[in-house]
């Protein structure tokens, strides 16, 4: 699992009312900070990947033997140029990329899902985003009824 990690850098600072903050500073030595000094501190926020947050599946280089077992070859075929689709799934919808990439930026995110030639993506029932293409896109899809594995 990839996991997405920010830096995030703030001061922390206890400056008495009426002082003016930048006179005041860090004292060495000892580790000890005076009162009315300012301190920097260093965080981390922990991001989890988009497949996650959404629950959507992706399988990247997707083997001969897996599509056969699918039936990959007896699903329909979806074709598309350079274009941008705002999209929403009423069921789950298995899809398999052919050609081409797409991005994959849910509703309210700007973040991105990337996936390519090779994958195997299902998208889960009422999942809502924006798909772009930068050129030639082909898939093939099969919708997943309640039930099927």
Same mark, same amino acid.
């Given at each position: 699992?990839?996991?997405?990690?920010t830096a995030l850098s703030?001061?922390?600072?206890?400056?008495?009312?009426?002082?003016?903050?930048?006179?005041?500073?860090?004292?060495?030595?000892? $580790?000890?900070?005076?009162?009315g000094s300012t301190m920097?501190?260093?965080? *981390? &926020?922990?991001? @989890?990947?988009?497949?996650?947050? !959404?629950?959507?599946g992706v399988e990247r280089?997707?083997?001969?033997?897996?599509?056969?077992?699918?039936?990959?070859?007896?699903?329909?075929?979806?074709?598309?140029?350079?274009?941008?689709?705002?999209?929403?799934?009423?069921?789950?919808?298995?899809?398999?990329?052919?050609? $081409?990439?797409?991005?994959?930026?849910?509703?309210?995110?700007?973040?991105? *899902? &990337?996936?390519? @030639?090779?994958?195997?993506?299902? !998208?889960?029932?009422?999942?809502?985003?924006?798909?772009?293409?930068?050129?030639?896109?082909?898939?093939?899809?099969?919708?997943?009824?309640?039930?099927?594995?």
């Amino acid at each position: 699992m990839a996991v997405a990690m920010t830096a995030l850098s703030f001061s922390l600072s206890s400056v008495r009312p009426g002082s003016d903050a930048r006179t005041h500073r860090r004292v060495g030595g000892g $580790g000890r900070i005076k009162s009315g000094s300012t301190m920097k501190v260093k965080a *981390m &926020r922990i991001e @989890k990947p988009l497949e996650e947050l !959404y629950n959507v599946g992706v399988e990247r280089g997707v083997s001969a033997q897996r599509l056969e077992e699918l039936g990959v070859q007896r699903w329909s075929v979806w074709k598309t140029g350079k274009c941008r689709l705002p999209w929403d799934w009423h069921v789950d919808q298995l899809v398999y990329i052919e050609e $081409g990439e797409v991005r994959v930026v849910p509703e309210g995110s700007e973040r991105f *899902m &990337r996936f390519v @030639k090779g994958d195997l993506v299902r !998208y889960p029932k009422w999942f809502e985003a924006d798909l772009y293409f930068n050129g030639f896109y082909q898939e093939r899809y099969r919708f997943r009824a309640y039930g099927d594995d």
